[in-house]
C-alpha cells in the first residue's frame, strides 16, 4: 500500500465542499489522518479566503490511479476541467506525495508547492513532521520551520480555525 497525501482546498461554499471531498476520498482510499482546518487568502488571485488542508490515504492504486481519482471527486463536486489555475475552486485536491516517489511529468512529486506555500507546508508539517522530503532530505517540521524564518514579511496569512463542528455531521 502506498502512503500518499493530498492537499485540499475550496473557496467557494468551502464547509460545503470540504465536507463533500473529505468523505469521497474516505470512501476512495484507507484513510490515516488530516491536519486542522487552515483559513488562507486568495494567493494568485483576487478571490474569498480558502480553508486549506493535508490528509494521509493509503492505496493500491498507482500515481495515475490516484490522480484520475482526485480529479472525478473535484468534478463530482462543480470542479470544472481546464479551469484557470488562479481561480475560485469549490474543490482542489492535490497529490502532493505518493510514497517517496520523485517524479519530474505530471503529477510532478513531490508537489513544488509543498516548498512554496503555507496552507500546504504547515499542515504537512502538523501531521508529518519528522517525515523527510524526498528530494531534499529535511524534515517537513525542519522546512516549516525554515519557511516561516524566511517569509517572516510573507503575504501569505494563515489561521488554524477552531470551529469545524460542521465536519461532524
Given at each position: 500500500?502506498a502512503?500518499?497525501?493530498?492537499?485540499?482546498?475550496?473557496?467557494?461554499?468551502?464547509e460545503?465542499h470540504i465536507?463533500?471531498?473529505?468523505?469521497a476520498?474516505?470512501?476512495?482510499?484507507?484513510?490515516?489522518?488530516?491536519?486542522?482546518?487552515?483559513?488562507?487568502?486568495s494567493?494568485g488571485f483576487s478571490?474569498s479566503?480558502?480553508?486549506?488542508l493535508?490528509v494521509?490515504v493509503?492505496?493500491?492504486?498507482?500515481?495515475t490511479?490516484?490522480?484520475?481519482e482526485?480529479?472525478?471527486?473535484?468534478?463530482?463536486?462543480?470542479r470544472i476541467p481546464?479551469s484557470?489555475k488562479?481561480s475560485p475552486?469549490?474543490?482542489?485536491?492535490d497529490v502532493?506525495?505518493?510514497d517517496?516517489?520523485?517524479?519530474e511529468q505530471?503529477?510532478?512529486?513531490p508537489?513544488?508547492e509543498?516548498?512554496e506555500?503555507?496552507?500546504?507546508l504547515w499542515p504537512?508539517?502538523?501531521?508529518?513532521?519528522?517525515r523527510?522530503?524526498?528530494?531534499l532530505?529535511?524534515?517537513?517540521?525542519?522546512?516549516?520551520e525554515?519557511y516561516?524564518?524566511?517569509?517572516?514579511d510573507?503575504?501569505?496569512q494563515?489561521e488554524?480555525i477552531?470551529?469545524?463542528?460542521w465536519?461532524d455531521?
Amino acid at each position: 500500500m502506498a502512503q500518499v497525501f493530498f492537499g485540499i482546498g475550496s473557496n467557494t461554499d468551502r464547509e460545503k465542499h470540504i465536507r463533500a471531498g473529505l468523505k469521497a476520498i474516505a470512501k476512495s482510499f484507507t484513510w490515516q489522518q488530516r491536519s486542522r482546518i487552515f483559513c488562507s487568502a486568495s494567493v494568485g488571485f483576487s478571490g474569498s479566503d480558502f480553508y486549506n488542508l493535508v490528509v494521509e490515504v493509503e492505496t493500491d492504486l498507482s500515481v495515475t490511479e490516484v490522480l484520475a481519482e482526485c480529479k472525478r471527486i473535484e468534478q463530482e463536486n462543480g470542479r470544472i476541467p481546464g479551469s484557470a489555475k488562479f481561480s475560485p475552486r469549490t474543490l482542489d485536491i492535490d497529490v502532493l506525495l505518493y510514497d517517496d516517489v520523485i517524479r519530474e511529468q505530471q503529477p510532478q512529486l513531490p508537489r513544488g508547492e509543498i516548498l512554496e506555500n503555507a496552507f500546504v507546508l504547515w499542515p504537512l508539517a502538523e501531521i508529518v513532521g519528522s517525515r523527510l522530503h524526498p528530494l531534499l532530505n529535511v524534515s517537513y517540521q525542519q522546512l516549516w520551520e525554515q519557511y516561516q524564518q524566511t517569509h517572516k514579511d510573507s503575504p501569505q496569512q494563515l489561521e488554524p480555525i477552531s470551529d469545524t463542528h460542521w465536519l461532524d455531521d
